[in-house]
């Protein structure tokens, strides 16, 4: 899956949120999540250092229930559509 974000280079931007959630018959149950600062995240677009690997922390009651922690793996490029200089990037 490709997902697009539009972050801001300013060091009072929130963190980026990423969320691991289970789909259930009714609503969903989130088990782990990451969360990036955006500058970092624009730092490792204009390098090109290409896949990164982030630890996910479980959420709540869900701490001891993974035998291996939980890790998410991104690519993280420019946007073609705003290209190199856009604020946009290609997750």
Do not use: Y
Request: aromatic share 8%; with cysteine; hydrophobic share 45%.
């Amino acid at each position: 899956e490709m997902l697009s974000l539009r972050v801001r280079w300013t060091p009072i931007a929130s963190s980026i949120r990423f969320s691991v959630r289970e789909l259930l018959t009714l609503g969903s149950r989130e088990l782990c999540e990451c969360q990036i600062n955006p500058m970092m995240m624009l730092k490792w677009r204009i390098s090109g250092a290409g896949p990164m690997r982030f630890r996910m922390e479980p959420v709540g009651q869900l701490q001891h229930e993974f035998l291996f922690p939980p890790w998410i793996l991104m690519e993280i490029g420019a946007d073609t559509e705003w290209g190199i200089s856009g604020h946009q990037i290609r997750v």
